[in-house]
């Protein structure tokens, strides 16, 4: 079993729409989670990042975790064709060492 | 702030070749990373360095080694290439503590 699971998609939504992004993980003591987005042929770039549970928010994006469940969320709202991307999950037990999840494709269509 | 950069960004070799890939990381950032990404399995983890020394290691064979100077940029080598190498290779730079990573834009490898 992979430490962190995340349904490849595609993903195809209107403009405008709210995105929901999942993964799931099966180590308890991450506790560390981020999300990456990365563009066709570009490295990925920090979206966000948390510490333990809870939610946190950017803009349009928000990032929610639930370690009880072992299962982090991202939520784009009002989304954009220029979101358009892979996104990846990724986490960490202490911080130095990271596991990445395959990433979910997503297309956003004016 | 330059971001990461790698070289070269396009790379194509035969089978039983060897290959070293380079790493810049963003100025004053101690740590850098380097990650295998395929379609299949995704981003998996090779090692860390930090101030030169490999710091953490992931699960593949000793044919992939790597190592850091003294002005934190690092390589990554390859050797007896493999068709299933061929992947985008990308490395990550960071300052060395508990914070999330900046990847560059990667290198792609092929093997023939």
């Known amino acids: 079993q992979k430490e962190v699971e995340q349904d490849p998609g595609p993903l195809s939504v209107p403009e405008g729409a709210i995105v929901s992004l999942n993964c799931t993980y099966s180590n308890s003591a991450f506790q560390y989670f981020m999300w990456y987005r990365q563009y066709s042929r570009k490295g990925p770039e920090l979206l966000m990042y948390?510490?333990?549970?809870g939610n946190k928010e950017d803009g349009r994006f928000t990032a929610q975790v639930d370690k009880s469940s072992k299962y982090i969320s991202l939520f784009i709202r009002d989304s954009q064709p220029s979101d358009s991307a892979t996104y990846l999950c990724a986490m960490s037990r202490t911080g130095n060492q990271f596991y990445f999840g395959t990433g979910t494709s997503l297309t956003v269509i004016p | 702030k330059a971001g990461v950069t790698q070289t070269p960004r396009y790379l194509i070799k035969t089978r039983g070749q060897q290959v070293t890939l380079s790493c810049s990381p963003i100025s004053g950032h101690r740590s850098v990373s380097w990650y295998q990404q395929t379609p299949g399995q995704g981003l998996q983890f090779l090692f860390e360095y930090f101030s030169e020394t490999q710091r953490n290691k992931g699960n593949f064979p000793g044919r992939f080694s790597g190592r850091q100077f003294s002005n934190s940029r690092s390589e990554m080598n390859v050797s007896t290439l493999e068709l299933g190498d061929s992947a985008l290779y990308l490395c990550a730079s960071r300052t060395g503590g508990q914070e999330t990573q900046y990847f560059g834009p990667g290198t792609r490898l092929l093997v023939l």
């Open positions: 948390t510490y333990s549970s």
